[in-house]
């Protein structure tokens, strides 16, 4: 009998990555289940390159260690990877290949290849077909990247800050994308991004990383319950102590009034305060800074 353990898609064990004396990572332990969309987190030099380097196999943990499908990622990578689309930050690809031929290429060198479900996805995306791909723009180089990584149907999708660069428009074709194989296929998804407001309808778990450690692994229902946004006018004359009992995550007053988000207990008895739905990004913002949280 193959036990929980041995079939979560992905298990990372007190991760830790270090480069001469700068620690990366430090003991990040997380699991993500089966059909599950993580979003990975963070601000810039957070860590998560790193992380997911380790995750795909591309670099061996200083500490710790990385499972796929039960196995060690670094020793097993070569029987795991046929299990795992990926699509990378900066999608690269022979720059003098069209989409056409990367299709036919990449088709071949799969077991598996859903060139049907391929073929649809460039047509949907509007992808000129016989353009070689450098001269493809940003956002068309991205889609690309998807529907090739799509295209052998795994298990495991890998997209690290796929929508980076994109305008609007893009991102969304993205993540409908990526809403109709959830539901088709039920395909597990780890994802990194800055497109904080766009994973939000997306994600189940979030982990945050920040300088290193992981200081937030919890669904995105559980995060947004146990946190809330409360905000007051000037006349309310509400003051710190009047918060303490709530404890405050983060708060600040000025002439318009002020605003705080509260980590227990439920602050709508308290009068003058007004209890607010709060976002993935404000929730974000709150815990790491303020600084480079949107593309």
Same mark, same amino acid.
């Given at each position: 009998?193959?036990? $929980? &353990? +041995?079939?979560?898609? @992905?298990?990372?064990?007190?991760?830790?990555?270090?480069? *001469?004396? #700068?620690?990366? /990572?430090?003991?990040?332990?997380? $699991? &993500? +289940?089966?059909?599950? @969309?993580?979003?990975?987190?963070?601000?810039?030099?957070? *860590?998560? #390159?790193?992380? /997911?380097?380790?995750?795909?196999?591309?670099?061996?943990?200083?500490?710790?260690?990385?499972?796929?499908?039960?196995?060690?990622?670094?020793?097993?990578?070569?029987?795991?990877?046929?299990?795992?689309?990926?699509?990378?930050?900066?999608?690269?690809?022979?720059?003098?290949?069209?989409?056409?031929?990367?299709?036919?290429?990449?088709?071949?060198?799969?077991?598996?290849?859903?060139?049907?479900?391929?073929?649809?996805?460039?047509?949907?995306?509007?992808?000129?077909?016989?353009?070689?791909?450098?001269?493809?723009?940003?956002?068309?180089?991205?889609?690309?990247?998807?529907?090739?990584?799509?295209?052998?149907?795994?298990?495991?999708?890998?997209?690290?800050?796929?929508?980076?660069?994109?305008?609007?428009?893009?991102?969304?074709?993205?993540?409908?994308?990526?809403?109709?194989?959830?539901?088709?296929?039920?395909?597990?998804?780890?994802?990194?991004?800055?497109?904080?407001?766009?994973?939000?309808?997306?994600?189940?778990?979030?982990?945050?990383?920040?300088?290193?450690?992981?200081?937030?692994?919890?669904?995105?229902?559980?995060?947004?319950?146990?946190?809330?946004?409360?905000?007051?006018?000037?006349?309310?004359?509400?003051?710190?102590?009047?918060?303490?009992?709530?404890?405050?995550?983060?708060?600040?007053?000025?002439?318009?009034?002020?605003?705080?988000?509260?980590?227990?207990?439920?602050?709508?008895?308290?009068?003058?305060?007004?209890?607010?739905?709060?976002?993935?990004?404000?929730?974000?913002?709150?815990?790491?800074?303020?600084?480079?949280?949107?593309?």
């Amino acid at each position: 009998m193959i036990s $929980q &353990v +041995e079939t979560l898609p @992905v298990a990372c064990r007190q991760v830790g990555v270090r480069y *001469g004396r #700068t620690q990366a /990572v430090e003991e990040a332990t997380f $699991q &993500v +289940e089966p059909g599950q @969309v993580y979003a990975l987190l963070g601000r810039n030099g957070s *860590g998560k #390159t790193s992380l /997911v380097r380790c995750l795909l196999g591309h670099q061996k943990p200083t500490a710790g260690r990385v499972e796929l499908y039960g196995q060690d990622v670094w020793s097993a990578r070569q029987a795991l990877m046929h299990r795992v689309g990926v699509v990378a930050e900066e999608p690269d690809a022979p720059p003098l290949m069209t989409a056409r031929q990367l299709v036919r290429f990449c088709g071949g060198l799969y077991p598996s290849w859903d060139q049907a479900g391929v073929d649809e996805r460039l047509d949907r995306f509007r992808i000129p077909l016989d353009l070689p791909f450098g001269r493809l723009s940003r956002g068309q180089k991205g889609q690309v990247a998807l529907a090739l990584a799509l295209g052998p149907e795994p298990d495991l999708l890998v997209l690290d800050d796929p929508t980076l660069g994109l305008d609007a428009v893009a991102r969304r074709e993205v993540y409908d994308e990526l809403l109709g194989e959830l539901a088709e296929r039920g395909t597990t998804v780890f994802i990194t991004t800055h497109d904080l407001a766009g994973i939000e309808g997306l994600a189940d778990r979030i982990g945050i990383l920040h300088q290193g450690r992981l200081l937030v692994d919890a669904s995105l229902e559980d995060l947004k319950a146990r946190h809330r946004k409360v905000s007051w006018a000037p006349s309310q004359a509400v003051a710190p102590t009047d918060l303490a009992p709530f404890a405050p995550l983060w708060s600040r007053t000025g002439s318009l009034g002020g605003e705080a988000i509260l980590t227990q207990g439920d602050p709508s008895q308290l009068p003058g305060l007004q209890v607010h739905p709060l976002s993935l990004e404000e929730l974000f913002v709150a815990l790491v800074g303020e600084a480079e949280v949107a593309s």
